[in-house]
């Protein structure tokens, strides 16, 4: 396959794959990558944050403990899914950076690590922590960024632009309390059908009950 080079390259390779691996590919997921479709770093990322400006893809870290790039035709079934298994309650770190998060409306992992005093502290720190705890749970996600010139593209001046998930993507969330569980269910079994069914299950189980785990694989695994 051609590699993708521009934008609309870039929307019908993520309407057709549905969830691609923001970074790099690994033999272990059944999950292409942008880095792998673009087969050049940089367009990669500049192609990414194109898309999250337009979009036409969400980021999660949901699937696989990765981040994933997800076509925004099945946010709705995988957020009515995932959100089923929030807390009652963050943890005091989460709930400070949360809070942050929705008065700036965009701050950057520097800001949350500045204002929970995490700086200096060893990685993965409170702030990482508290940003995957929100990202994972689809309460906060990234923005575009913009791409330096030169250097290290990934590495924006201003950093990721975490924003609150559902002010960011109000009409995806209302379709998603729309959407009965047994049709999110079936939206992501039809969008992974060419995965086996283990590892669907496997990749995510952050979004399943054991027992619909058992339904998928037979095995309960």
Do not use: W
């Not at 035709?73 to 989460?94: G, I, K």
């Not at 922590?129 to 924006?156: C, E, H, Q, T, W």
């Amino acid at each position: 396959m051609p590699a993708i080079e521009t934008e609309d390259d870039a929307i019908c390779y993520m309407k057709r794959v549905r969830f691609a691996l923001r970074y790099n590919s690994t033999p272990s997921l059944p999950l292409g990558s942008m880095y792998g479709a673009a087969r050049d770093q940089r367009r990669a990322i500049e192609l990414t944050n194109a898309l999250l400006a337009r979009d036409e893809v969400v980021e999660t870290n949901v699937i696989a403990d990765r981040l994933v790039l997800v076509h925004r035709d099945v946010v709705p079934a995988l957020y009515a899914l995932r959100v089923r298994f929030r807390a009652a309650t963050l943890s005091d770190y989460s709930e400070k950076a949360f809070q942050l998060i929705r008065q700036d409306g965009t701050a950057s992992a520097g800001d949350v690590r500045r204002f929970l005093g995490a700086d200096g502290m060893k990685r993965p720190d409170p702030a990482d922590l508290a940003l995957g705890d929100l990202m994972r749970d689809f309460l906060i996600d990234r923005g575009p960024s913009s791409v330096p010139k030169n250097g290290i593209p990934y590495l924006s001046k201003e950093g990721f632009p975490y924003r609150v998930f559902d002010k960011a993507h109000p009409e995806l969330v209302k379709a998603a309390k729309k959407m009965r569980i047994e049709d999110a269910m079936k939206t992501i079994l039809e969008a992974t059908s060419t995965f086996p069914p283990r590892k669907t299950a496997l990749i995510f189980k952050l979004c399943f009950t054991a027992a619909e785990r058992l339904q998928i694989t037979g095995t309960g695994t």
